[in-house]
């Protein structure tokens, strides 16, 4: 799979992806850094790019429709995460093959107990 990783995510999770045998972006290395989610979003859609984000302003569908995109991935973390923690999550989460076939076109909220995949609407 092919992901775009947003700037809220440790830099290293670009490591953990590639790891894992994926390709990955991190909107910090093209000009989307500071962006708006909007901005990310349309990259995303536009390069047909699964999004990987601790911002759960994704996970809005009536902002951003699963069903328009190769995936949302937003990761609900706790406050006090480090990075390790972080990309512990993230390396478990991509090691889930069936869950990721079923990426395109959902959302999934992935938490430290479970994936919970939204259908296409």
Known sequence: MRFLIDADLPRST????ET??????????VGLGGADDAI?????????LCLLSGDFGFAD?????????AGLVV???PRD????????????????????T????RLAIVSMKRVRLRPRP
């Open 14 to 17: 670009r490591i953990v992806v």
């Open 20 to 29: 894992a045998g994926h390709e990955a972006l991190d909107v910090r290395d």
């Open 40 to 48: 990310i979003a349309a990259r995303a859609k536009a390069d047909h």
């Open 61 to 69: 569908i009536r902002n951003y429709p699963p069903a328009d995109h």
């Open 75 to 77: 990761f609900e973390l």
């Open 81 to 100: 995460a480090t990075a390790p923690v972080i990309l512990k999550l993230v390396e478990i989460f991509l090691a889930q093959a069936d869950v990721l």
């Open 102 to 105: 079923k990426l395109p076109g």
